[in-house]
């Protein structure tokens, strides 16, 4: 399968071209960067540590994206969404790991995926989305009156909170309560907050060091506490996940698809 890594400067676009590098099946087509970043024109393969590649860094997604089958995409919602349109225009899967992402972006992902298809996910581990297989079902069991807190930690340079993966799991302990989460989330507490609504959401985000991801789903009853959890170690299981959703995505119908979906992970 023909892969193009967008931000492919970045660590996270490393990370990307080495597992497609690691990966039986699958090779590298092109790296994009932004115009006038100053790798252009370096060999992909070099930048990611691995031997040269052939493949040299360039801006133009457009071309690169018609000689493609699949694009792996952890850049910043803006240009997720302006790689969607080329994606769409391409008709090739468009692997979206971004994080940040807002309605208008969400809305603008859901237009591209009438005319391609679009894997998105806050996170692309497998563990990962077993938990939040986990959190739906044991949201979906208990009741309101036990309350669901949601703590995640990551370095000290990620830029945006709580995390993607925060948000994946509170979606999941919505959906298995059938609320929305926009209706019930509680993103910040300070000062004299009063006391915990029934039903709420909470989302705690800790930063600091070089931590990967920790994430906690927390559900507090009277008298007992049910807590799962997640710790991330290497950032290659990312990068790893992301070609396997690639893969699935191949030849797939247009539409807007979840790592759920790629895993099969429904009947859980």
């Not at 009277?222 to 990312?238: I, K, P, Q």
Request: glycine share 12%.
């Amino acid at each position: 399968m023909r892969l193009v890594v967008v931000g492919a400067a970045g660590r996270m676009g490393r990370m990307l071209i080495k597992a497609i590098h690691e990966t039986p099946g699958c090779v590298l087509s092109a790296a994009i960067e932004r115009p006038g970043s100053p790798l252009l024109g370096q060999d992909a393969g070099v930048l990611a540590g691995l031997p040269a590649s052939g493949v040299l860094v360039s801006d133009d997604a457009l071309s690169a994206f018609v000689e493609a089958e699949g694009v792996l995409d952890f850049t910043t919602p803006d240009s997720t969404v302006a790689f969607a349109a080329l994606a769409a225009q391409a008709r090739i899967a468009h692997i979206v790991g971004t994080t940040g992402l807002e309605p208008q972006h969400l809305a603008k992902l859901e237009a591209a995926a009438r005319h391609a298809a679009i894997i998105r996910s806050g996170n692309m581990s497998l563990g990962v989305n077993l938990l939040a297989a986990l959190v739906r079902n044991v949201a979906a069991t208990l009741g309101t009156d036990w309350d669901i807190e949601i703590v995640e930690m990551h370095h000290r340079m990620k830029v945006d909170a709580p995390s993607g993966t925060a948000v994946l799991l509170g979606e999941a302990a919505a959906q298995g309560r059938q609320v929305d989460l926009a209706q019930q989330r509680v993103a910040v507490r300070d000062g004299q907050t009063g006391a915990r609504a029934p039903g709420t959401i909470g989302f705690a985000a800790l930063r600091g060091g070089t931590v990967v991801g920790d994430h906690k789903v927390i559900f507090a009853g009277a008298g007992e506490r049910l807590e799962l959890s997640h710790v991330a170690e290497d950032r290659g299981l990312f990068a790893q996940g992301a070609v396997k959703a690639a893969l699935w995505g191949r030849g797939r119908k247009p539409g807007l698809y979840s790592m759920t979906d790629v895993l099969g992970l429904d009947a859980l």
